[in-house]
């Protein structure tokens, strides 16, 4: 036997409208194409959201497990107390260095071979992203510039997104030319980081 009941349901339009239930399991306000509008805009809400859930300033913790994550980026193979709340990378890479403190995170990378470069610019990349958080492709690709403007001309730059500053260097040390790449918050001196990729 079918049961009805009367349901109001909420409409787009001007007003509710009666609807009719067939049966205990369905309810015509909420039909298959309506839930899956809905779940589409959960999901569009999350994803447009998600920057700014993260976190909007800088977060060493979250900075550590993000570089954990990007497996094909960093190699990190484990993570060693360097003391001072420093926290340094063991990973496979030849010529790079990985310190994480709360004061900055500090990625250090050898350009003297020419095969090093592009790695080198792609994981500052992926460092800047996950620390700086972009929440559009427009951000993303003003830190891509900004790598890429630093490491191939020899200069400094920086940035400040999000509560977080991202310092991009190539110089040269003891022969050899290298890529800082620098997490901090915006006020930090981030001149003092590379004391703590050495230890």
Same mark, same amino acid.
């Given at each position: /036997? ?7 349901? #909420?409409? +787009? ?5 009666? *609807? ?6 369905? +309810? ?9 509008? #809905? ?7 999350? $994803?447009? $959201?998600?920057?700014?859930l993260a ?14 994550? +990007? ?21 496979? %890479? ?14 250090i990378a050898?350009? /003297?071979?020419? *095969? ?5 610019? $792609?994981?500052? /990349?992926? $460092?800047?992203?996950?620390? %700086? ?32 500053? %991202? ?15 620098? %997490? ?11 004391? +703590?990729?050495?230890?």
């Open positions: /036997m079918r049961e009805v009941a009367n349901i109001v349901c #909420i409409h +787009h339009g001007p007003r509710p409208f009666i *609807g009719e239930v067939q049966s205990r399991n369905h +309810h015509p306000c909420l039909t298959t194409p309506t839930r899956r509008n #809905i779940m589409r805009y959960i999901i569009s809400m999350i $994803l447009f $959201l998600y920057p700014a976190w909007s300033e800088y977060n060493p913790q979250a900075i550590k497990a993000g570089m954990s994550e +990007h497996s094909e980026s960093f190699h990190i193979k484990n993570w060693r107390a360097a003391g001072d709340d420093v926290s340094v990378a063991e990973t496979g %890479l030849k010529g790079v260095i990985i310190s994480v403190s709360k004061n900055n995170t500090e990625v050898s350009l /003297m071979d020419a *095969g090093q470069i592009a790695p080198a610019i $792609l994981r500052c /990349m992926v $460092l800047g992203t996950i620390g %700086l958080s972009p929440k559009d492709e427009a951000q993303r690709s003003k830190i891509g510039a900004l790598i890429q403007d630093a490491a191939t001309t020899g200069s400094s730059r920086s940035l400040t997104m999000n509560d977080v500053k %991202l310092d991009v260097s190539s110089k040269q040390v003891v022969g050899d030319t290298f890529l800082y790449c620098t %997490l901090s918050p915006p006020a930090q001196n981030t001149q003092s980081s590379a004391g +703590h990729a050495g230890k």
